[in-house]
């Protein structure tokens, strides 16, 4: 089972950027796509990025495409996520979550498709 810790949330004026990222345990982890939800307050957790197993391929939602930025280092066992041009829209906290299937690139903007969550980290957006 593959444990998820994120870090780097907090409290930042719109406009500007912040960084998450996503530490994992375990051997396998660049068997599996990885991807950020977030789910802002009293709404839906959403899909927000993925990244394939490999690295090679990115997904974004609209919302964010041209403002985030998803890698991952499968040396480390890391995800990050760079948030540019934030706007009050974006408060939310944000997860990382591992697919629970080996070797795809598919599945990734449903949360049902995953199967290891972090604890979550709250990002605010001021304006």
Same mark, same amino acid.
């Given at each position: ?7 780097g949330?907090g ?14 345990s375990?051997r396998?982890f ?5 991807a ?5 307050p009293g709404?839906e ?7 394939g197993y490999?690295?090679r391929?990115?997904?974004y939602?609209?919302?964010?495409k ?6 991952r280092?499968?040396?480390k066992?890391?995800v990050?996520?760079?948030? /540019? #041009? ?5 408060? &939310?906290?944000?997860?990382c979550?591992?697919?629970r299937y !080996?070797? @795809? /690139? #598919?599945y990734?903007?449903d949360?049902? &498709?995953?199967?290891?969550w972090?604890q979550?980290?709250? !990002?605010? @957006?001021? #304006?």
């Amino acid at each position: 089972q593959v444990q998820l810790v994120e870090s780097g949330g907090g409290l930042v004026q719109a406009g500007g950027s912040q960084r998450l990222s996503c530490a994992a345990s375990g051997r396998t982890f660049s068997n599996y796509l990885m991807a950020w939800f977030r789910q802002p307050p009293g709404k839906e957790r959403q899909f927000v990025a993925a990244i394939g197993y490999r690295g090679r391929n990115t997904y974004y939602a609209d919302s964010v495409k041209g403002r985030f930025t998803i890698s991952r280092d499968n040396a480390k066992n890391t995800v990050t996520l760079q948030m /540019n #041009s934030l706007k009050p829209e974006d408060t &939310a906290v944000y997860y990382c979550a591992k697919l629970r299937y !080996v070797g @795809v /690139n #598919s599945y990734f903007t449903d949360p049902d &498709a995953f199967d290891s969550w972090g604890q979550g980290t709250q !990002v605010t @957006v001021s #304006s």
